[in-house]
Nanobody
Framework: QVAPAESGGGTVQAGESLRLSCIPF?????QAWYRQAPGKEREGVAA???????YYSDSVKGRFTISRDNGKSALYLQMNKLQPDDSAVYSC????????????????????WGQGTQVTVSS
């Protein structure tokens, strides 16, 4: 299993969009996006389970969409209506355990982590 790598980060203005990519997630069952802002704990943003069920944190629900392309072993995060509070380093994670509404955000569910990509949203 090769560690996944993120791409697509950058600097945008509030209200704009970005699409993050993470390749490859290999033979893992579940994948997720996390973010960490300076001085804050890492937080789960979104996840997708083995059967395709998706989960989101309350702070991004309705604005972000997680998806994957199994054929390309690619995970995506479409981020719309970005706000300055969304600024952080975004990392993808992949694991062999399935996830549920009560577990998808647990770091221990994921075995492989990317190094992260910076997203900066200016007001």
């Amino acid at each position: 299993q090769v560690a996944p790598a993120e791409s697509g980060g950058g600097t945008v203005q509030a209200g704009e969009s970005l699409r993050l990519s993470c390749i490859p997630f290999g033979n893992t069952f579940s994948q997720a996006w996390y973010r960490q802002a300076p001085g804050k704990e890492r937080e789960g943003v979104a996840a997708i389970g083995r059967g395709g069920a998706t989960y989101y944190s309350d702070s991004v629900k309705g604005r972000f969409t997680i998806s994957r392309d199994n054929g390309k072993s690619a995970l995506y995060l479409q981020m719309n209506k970005l706000q300055p509070d969304d600024s952080a380093v975004y990392s993808c994670a992949a694991g062999f355990l399935d996830i549920s509404p009560g577990t998808w955000f647990r770091i221990g569910k994921y075995n492989y982590w990317g190094q992260g990509t910076q997203v900066t949203v200016s007001s």
